[in-house]
């Protein structure tokens, strides 16, 4: 299973962007899909889920502003994101819980794509 992210850039503060994560190989279905981040010098932190259902959670640093989607027919997982700030800035990764013939519910994770906010 292989995760491909997309849709990083630059853009200035008050913009939006629109992140993709999608999934291929030897998938079943896929439970959870989130996105995190990991700014330069800091932790990686979750930003938001979204479960098979539909459910959704945000990080308090994102809520109104960021929202999460998926695609179960593409394998693929959104993020919008409008009103950036420079404190959005930094690596945003996909991370996936898939479920594969004969084997236990296992996470996924994309590469990675650069989101830079200018002020």
């Known amino acids: 299973v292989q995760l491909q992210a997309s849709g990083g850039g630059l853009v200035q503060a008050g913009g939006s962007l629109r992140l993709s994560c999608a999934a291929s190989?030897?998938?079943?279905?896929?439970?959870?899909m989130g996105w995190y981040r990991q700014a330069p010098g800091k932790q990686r932190e979750l930003v938001a889920t979204?479960?098979?259902?539909?459910?959704?959670t945000y990080a308090d640093s994102v809520k109104g502003r960021f929202t999460i989607s998926r695609s179960n027919s593409r394998n693929t997982v959104y993020l919008q994101m409008n009103s950036l700030k420079p404190e959005d800035t930094a690596v945003y990764y996909c991370?996936?819980?898939?479920?594969?013939?004969?084997?236990?519910?296992?996470?996924?994770w994309g590469q990675g794509t650069l989101v830079t906010v200018s002020s």
């Open positions: 991370k996936m819980q898939v479920n594969r013939w004969y084997v236990a519910p296992s996470d996924y």
């Open positions: 190989g030897s998938i079943l279905s896929i439970n959870d």
């Open positions: 979204i479960s098979s259902g539909g459910s959704t």
